[in-house]
């Protein structure tokens, strides 16, 4: 049976006043005295969720450098611009590619476990979250990979790039409904 404020040795001790969690973007919802917007409400769900990332000014600047309407990937700025996002504590690969995405989906399509895996025959999407050095080259080196083989692979299925990831995560929850996906 778990112990609750009830049990007889029960104190609130001065650690439990202190409460760092997120502590930037606390400090700011803490302060809010306006109304609150559609971006006022995410942060708080991101708060919540424990998955607010907060982006240095020089990674924006990277992210803003590609065009819309670039149609050749440049592998040397792309290496820089995912190094950098995946330094950005609460950002992993996944999330780095769909900001990716977001910003010109003729370059970049979101890897995640479902697409990587209906595009590689018995493998999955393994990554180590932690943001060494060689662990962060290994994701750049991956993600560019795996840009090439989705093109070959909306080659051999006659499927728009710009739309892959879409097509395919819903293919692969049709196809392998049955499997499980990891941590979920």
């Known amino acids: 049976m778990h112990k609750t404020i009830y049990n007889p040795d029960f104190k609130v001790l001065k650690e439990d006043r202190s409460f760092g969690y997120q502590k930037e973007l606390t400090e700011k919802l803490d302060n809010l005295r306006e109304d609150f917007d559609q971006n006022t409400l995410n942060e708080i769900v991101l708060w919540k969720v424990n998955r607010y990332a907060l982006f240095s000014n020089e990674a924006m600047a990277l992210i803003n450098s590609i065009g819309p309407s670039e149609t050749k990937l440049n592998k040397d700025k792309i290496s820089v611009i995912l190094f950098k996002l995946l330094k950005t504590k609460g950002v992993q690969l996944p ?80 196809i392998n409904k049955e499997i499980s996906l990891n941590n979920y």
């Open 95 to 174: 999330m780095a590619s769909t900001i990716l995405r977001f910003k010109n989906p003729i370059l970049f399509q979101i890897i995640d476990q479902r697409v990587f895996r209906i595009i590689y025959p018995n493998e999955t999407l393994k990554l180590n979250s932690y943001p060494s050095e060689k662990n962060i080259k290994f994701q750049v080196d991956l993600y560019l990979k795996y840009l090439e083989d989705l093109k070959d692979a909306c080659k051999r299925l006659e499927i728009p790039f710009e739309k892959s990831d879409r097509i395919l995560f819903m293919a692969d929850r049709r």
